[in-house]
């Protein structure tokens, strides 16, 4: 079953972009990309790609219209100085901006349907 409800491809892709003329995450790449699930296919989610970290976070949105991140698994160990360290939490913490500016404009379009 598809999520009516859902944002679409271009929503989040224009608030992205609205997002980015104010704010920015710290260090990180962003990219809007189309789901892969055929079920969604007209959605999309926000990659960020850090830079001082191996990882990625994923931000995606249900059905019920949540945002939240997934960040990707990676083993071993990765060790960080102190200035890396501080970089990093940046880069998570600035994702999390994003990620409630996310919610904001969902639930924004989701009360104006």
Same mark, same amino acid.
């Given at each position: 079953?598809?999520?009516? %409800?859902?944002?679409?491809?271009?929503?989040?892709?224009? +608030? $992205?972009?609205?997002?980015?003329? %104010?704010?920015?995450? =710290?260090?990180?790449?962003?990219?809007?990309?189309?789901?892969?699930?055929?079920?969604?296919?007209?959605?999309?989610? $926000? =990659?960020?790609?850090?830079?001082?970290?191996?990882?990625?976070?994923?931000?995606? $949105?249900?059905?019920?219209?949540? +945002?939240?991140? =997934?960040?990707?698994?990676?083993?071993?160990?990765?060790?960080?100085?102190?200035?890396?360290?501080?970089?990093?939490?940046?880069?998570?913490?600035?994702?999390?901006?994003?990620?409630?500016?996310?919610?904001?404009?969902?639930?924004?379009?989701?009360? =104006?349907?």
């Amino acid at each position: 079953m598809t999520c009516a %409800t859902r944002p679409t491809f271009d929503e989040i892709t224009e +608030w $992205v972009a609205d997002y980015e003329k %104010t704010d920015s995450v =710290a260090h990180a790449t962003v990219h809007v990309l189309p789901q892969e699930d055929p079920e969604h296919e007209e959605s999309g989610l $926000v =990659a960020i790609h850090l830079n001082h970290g191996p990882a990625s976070i994923y931000l995606n $949105v249900d059905c019920e219209r949540t +945002w939240t991140a =997934a960040l990707t698994e990676r083993s071993g160990e990765f060790p960080l100085s102190g200035k890396h360290l501080i970089a990093l939490g940046e880069e998570l913490f600035t994702t999390g901006k994003l990620c409630e500016y996310l919610q904001s404009r969902t639930d924004q379009a989701a009360a =104006a349907r």
